[in-house]
């Protein structure tokens, strides 16, 4: 059963620490999303990236956020440090550049509260 | 921001009934999707819908497209309990692909 993968489901942590948070990919996937979710803002796209090369992070503050792939099954998406107004959902979708429905498939996300 | 804009924000019906959901858009698009959320889930793809189509039919589902009203709806019809969900629309243009997303509409389906 292929699913995107994400840790960890629930984060409670204190302004200014660091937080990671992690992704796997549907393997054979080559295109890996990452999204945000606040009743406020709804769903805005943080980064994207293709055969892991980010594409566009335009929507990533880039003072303290940083997303990366290490490598093809596994995506990262870092803030340092982080704030009160980070708390949302993040989640990570991916997709085959080349299918014609142009899906993504999410993961259940990770939910971030910072204090 | 988001590219779409749906209606209504929240929508309340019986079980058995049909929900109409509709989404608004701003720009050209290459192509539409309707996606659904359950309570504390990820998004899942429900149905796409080309800009050169107008309607599409999966199950239970219909989707139009007007691309020269810039707007979608999605049709739910004979809705059940198991139905209750955030329903959003979202877009593709150019040569992204990722998704602008909607601000959703939350469907509850009394029993």
């Known amino acids: 059963d292929a699913r995107v993968t994400q840790t960890p489901r629930d984060k409670v942590t204190e302004m200014g620490q660091e937080v990671t948070m992690r992704c796997q990919p549907i393997?054979?996937?080559?295109?890996v999303f990452w999204y945000r979710q606040t009743m406020m803002q709804g769903l805005e796209l943080l980064a994207y990236?293709?055969?892991?090369?980010?594409?566009?992070d335009s929507g990533m503050p880039k003072d303290r956020f940083s997303a990366e792939m290490p490598d093809a099954t596994l995506a990262t998406l870092k803030i340092q440090p982080s704030e009160p107004r980070d708390s949302a959902v993040y989640f990570c979708?991916?997709?085959?550049?080349?299918?014609?429905?142009?899906?993504?498939?999410f993961g259940e996300g990770s939910r971030l509260t910072v204090l | 921001s988001q590219q779409g804009e749906e209606d209504p924000q929240a929508l309340s019906i019986q079980e058995g009934e049909n929900a109409t959901m509709n989404c608004s858009y701003k720009?050209?698009?290459?192509?539409l999707q309707w996606y659904r959320q359950n309570s504390g889930r990820g998004l899942v793809h429900l149905i796409l819908?080309?800009?050169?189509?107008r309607e599409k039919h999966s199950g239970r589902l219909r989707v139009t497209l007007d691309t020269s009203k810039k707007s979608s709806s999605l049709l739910i019809t004979a809705s059940r309990a198991a139905d209750t969900a955030s329903y959003f629309c979202?877009?593709?243009?150019?040569?992204?692909?990722?998704?602008?997303f909607g601000s959703g509409t939350q469907l509850t389906v009394l029993p």
């Open positions: 819908i080309r800009s050169n189509e």
């Open positions: 990236f293709r055969n892991r090369a980010p594409l566009d």
């Open positions: 979202a877009t593709t243009r150019g040569s992204a692909r990722q998704l602008t």
């Open positions: 720009t050209s698009i290459n192509n």
């Open positions: 393997l054979g996937h080559n295109t």
């Open positions: 979708a991916s997709a085959l550049s080349t299918s014609n429905t142009g899906e993504l498939f």
